[in-house]
C-alpha cells in the first residue's frame, strides 16, 4: 500500500507514516485509532489551497499534520505539541 492512498473519497494513511511520527511501533496505531487514543481530523482546502486536504492526527499530547494532494502525495508534514485549550481540555 502507498504510505497515503485515496479509497471512496476517504484518505487512508498507512500506519508505518503515524506509528514513527508518535514514537510508536506501527503495529499499535490501529489499536490505539480503536481506542480513540490516536484521533485525525480533515480539512479540504478553499480559495487559494484548493485542491489540497489538511489531514491532522492526534496523540498524546502531540500532532501530526500532513498536507496532500488530491492523490495523496504529500506536499508539507509538520510535527509538534497540541496547544492545550482553555480551560484544560484537551
Do not use: C, N, Y
Request: charged share 30%.
Amino acid at each position: 500500500m502507498d504510505r497515503i492512498s485515496r479509497q471512496d473519497g476517504r484518505f487512508v494513511v498507512d500506519a508505518d507514516l503515524l506509528g514513527p511520527a508518535f514514537g510508536l511501533d506501527p503495529a499499535l496505531v490501529p489499536g490505539l485509532m480503536q481506542q480513540g487514543r490516536i484521533t485525525s481530523r480533515h480539512e479540504t482546502g478553499e480559495g487559494a489551497d484548493a485542491g489540497t486536504f489538511r489531514l491532522s492526527f492526534f496523540h498524546a499530547g502531540r500532532v501530526l499534520r500532513l498536507t496532500v494532494d488530491a492523490e495523496g502525495r504529500i506536499l508539507k508534514q509538520a510535527r509538534f505539541d497540541r496547544p492545550e485549550r482553555p480551560g484544560g481540555a484537551g
